[in-house]
């Protein structure tokens, strides 16, 4: 008779187990930062080292994205910013030059900005920065995007920029679309989270 309860308590108990390791799992599997625990750059050879450049890729929260990156650049963490995004409204300006136009607003230097204007999605992105990381001969660059995004951009950055330089991951500290306690309880959130833990699955075992 007891094992029989224990039997149904399991079945009982196993889909909500199953349920709060997912809410609890997918915000620490998605989001990832190398620089978590660094005060500021320094100059050693250590996690916490300054970069060549700030790489911020539009999509989601953009705005977000570009401050994170502003804020960086602003602290001294490298001395050029590259803006990734093509234009969501074909007509308008690129989310790169969106982006660009934020920072030059909070004064960051025209000189220190660079551009890919044509890239449509993340493994774009990484593409379309690889030739400018090689005519700057960047050697090392932080990557920033929002936190549910963070962890399959920076599987295509590696996977296409791994060999010429050191990809260092930094999400956004807010975003507008995300919230790392919360996600799973609005229909937006839950289908980021499990939207993009597909995708993370798909880009880990795909050939590029």
């Not at 029989?4 to 349920?19: C, D, G, Q, S």
């Not at 900005?113 to 990381?133: M, Y």
């Not at 962890?151 to 956004?172: C, K, M, Q, W, Y």
């Not at 609005?186 to 075992?205: A, H, M, Q, R």
Request: proline share 5%.
């Amino acid at each position: 008779m007891i094992s029989f309860f224990i039997k149904i308590a399991l079945v009982l108990l196993t889909p909500v187990i199953l349920a709060l390791g997912f809410i609890v799992l997918t915000p620490r599997v998605l989001s990832i930062d190398d620089l978590q625990g660094c005060d500021g750059p320094q100059q050693v050879d250590s996690k916490c080292a300054p970069a060549d450049v700030i790489v911020a890729i539009s999509g989601g929260d953009t705005d977000a994205r570009a401050r994170e990156a502003i804020s960086l650049y602003q602290q001294g963490w490298a001395p050029y910013i590259i803006f990734s995004g093509a234009a969501q409204d074909k007509q308008g300006a690129s989310n790169a030059a969106a982006m660009a136009h934020q920072a030059v607003g909070a004064r960051v230097p025209q000189s220190a900005i660079l551009l890919d204007e044509s890239s449509v999605n993340t493994a774009d992105n990484a593409s379309q920065v690889r030739p400018i990381v090689v005519s700057h001969n960047f050697k090392r660059l932080i990557l920033v995007t929002s936190p549910y995004h963070q962890r399959r951009a920076s599987i295509e950055f590696n996977r296409r920029l791994g060999d010429i330089a050191v990809i260092v991951n930094h999400p956004t500290s807010t975003d507008r679309y995300w919230n790392a306690n919360t996600w799973w309880t609005t229909p937006w959130g839950l289908w980021l989270g499990t939207s993009e833990l597909i995708k993370v699955l798909f880009v880990s075992i795909s050939n590029g």
